[in-house]
């Protein structure tokens, strides 16, 4: 496989997850903790009219308009939209980038720790999840890959890659100790495809524990689609722990508990995001599941 010759980091795709845009802000000041000895290292902020707004998006989740019909289409006019095809034109063309990995930071409201999300099973980025998610066991590993269905992520610009997802962090807001565990994380991980690049990687992990993608779930509603259950406080800030059928899942607003109905035990994600209230989802279910690493 090709060396490792450019790494981007991306913070700021959703305007107000703060501390990737902090982040990228830092390492552009300072380029000298993000440069290693065999590949270059570029910044992007990447929504920055989001950004002085403290919004997800003016127009458009940016981090939805990375399809390549959506690329291709001139008649798609909202800023983000125009700013995915910059970014393409920066990074790609999507299925044959300029860069050999970029590592795109979020955050969210949920409980999720320090979480990677993977947009595909590529050997190289099972390898470097594996071996973060080993040295830190804090990390666990979400892919949200559905067969058959192209990503639309930013990140899928490029083959090598992911995000770091990081909470419960508030909209528009700094946590200092995710902060700095995030920026620790990074390090690691550029620390890794420097050695990678030289040689110098250490024992090969040939096993992964991922959490594989299933479906999302929406809040009970009504007929005139408003919500009519919350998040049960059982499973509130569980993310990553195992529902099992007939556990409590929401509860409406007169107190009566509404059960997993499921037939067998989903580890639920993104549970009570606030961005993804507007998108219908309330969680997402996936499956906890072991992958083999190829070298």
């Keep these: 496989m090709d060396k490792i010759k450019q790494v981007a980091i991306v913070g700021g795709t959703h305007g107000n997850e703060f501390t990737g845009v902090y982040l990228v802000k830092k390492f552009a000041n300072s380029p000298q903790l993000v440069k290693r000895e065999s590949f270059n290292t570029m910044t992007m902020l990447a929504n920055q009219q989001a950004f002085k707004q403290v919004k997800r998006y003016v127009g458009k989740d940016l981090n939805r308009c990375f399809l390549n019909s959506d690329l291709q289409n001139e008649n798609l006019a909202t800023m983000e939209e125009k700013r995915a095809k910059e970014i393409n034109q920066i990074f790609g063309p999507k299925g044959n980038a300029k860069v050999d990995f970029i ?15 993977l947009v ?3 050997p190289f980025n099972l390898r470097v999840a594996a071996y973060l998610s080993t040295i830190n066991p804090e990390v666990k590993i979400y892919s949200w890959t559905e067969l058959g269905k192209e990503n639309c992520f930013l990140n899928s610009l490029c083959d090598r ?46 096993v992964i524990n991922i959490y594989q993608h299933l479906r999302v779930v929406d809040y009970p509603k009504n007929s005139a689609g408003e919500i009519e259950a919350m998040i049960h406080p059982q499973l509130q800030g569980r993310d990553y722990e195992p529902l099992h ?23 639920p994600l993104f549970i009570n ?12 279910l996936t499956q906890k599941k072991m992958l083999e690493i190829n070298y």
């Design 273 to 284: 995001e606030v961005a993804y209230y507007e998108k219908g989802i309330a969680m997402c």
């Design 120 to 122: 595909n099973h590529k």
């Design 245 to 267: 059928p007939g556990d409590p899942m929401f509860i409406n607003f007169d107190g009566k508990t509404i059960f997993y109905e499921g037939e067998y035990t989903v580890y």
């Design 103 to 117: 590592l795109d930071l979020h955050s969210t409201s949920a409980n999720m720790g320090l979480s990677i999300i």
């Design 161 to 206: 890659g992911f995000s770091i997802e990081v909470g419960p962090v508030a909209p528009g807001s700094l946590n200092a100790a995710i902060f700095q565990k995030t920026e620790q994380l990074i390090y690691e991980m550029l620390d890794y495809l420097d050695a990678d690049n030289q040689g110098n990687s250490g024992e090969k992990i040939t």
